[in-house]
């Protein structure tokens, strides 16, 4: 799996991107959301991982801009004040495929996020087959 982790905190993007390696999963990376929207156009990921509080420009504003080109890609928001964001993150949910990390987390915990999010992925396409899209369940 190609994933863009995108992370101010240059030991936080370096960490989560060699765990994610070890894991056998392609990364780039960036230090900022403007950073990380300009390496999602080259690199087209399947996943992103971002952090929500960056300077230049927000993971969340961030994801809004990709989802205008990519409107199913999942992403993993991660944040040490995940709790500020919480209910901002909880209706991002019900839109689109997401999970939360709560800073700092251990390997495991970023692979069992990993884990979460292929699991609501693989329940968002079957209610999409069945249904029709998956924002229409939702609003």
């Known amino acids: 799996m190609k994933i863009l982790v995108v ?10 991107c060699r765990i994610l390696q070890a894991a056998g999963h392609d990364t780039a990376g ?7 929207y300009f390496n999602f156009l080259v690199t087209r990921p399947d996943l992103v991982i971002t952090d929500i509080e960056m300077p230049l420009q927000s993971g969340l504003t961030m994801m809004k801009q990709i989802r205008k080109v990519a409107p199913r890609i999942p992403a993993i928001y991660m944040s040490a004040s995940i709790a500020a964001y919480r209910r901002r993150l909880e209706a991002e949910r019900r839109r689109h495929v ?8 251990s390997a495991p915990e970023l692979l069992q996020a990993m884990s979460e999010l292929v699991g609501a992925r693989s329940r968002a396409d079957l209610a999409s087959r069945r249904f029709g899209p998956a924002h229409r369940l939702f609003t």
Do not use: S
């Open 7 to 16: 992370d101010d905190d240059q030991a936080v993007l370096r960490i989560t």
């Open 30 to 36: 960036a230090e900022n959301g403007l950073f990380g």
């Open 98 to 105: 997401t999970v939360m990390l709560e800073k700092p987390f």
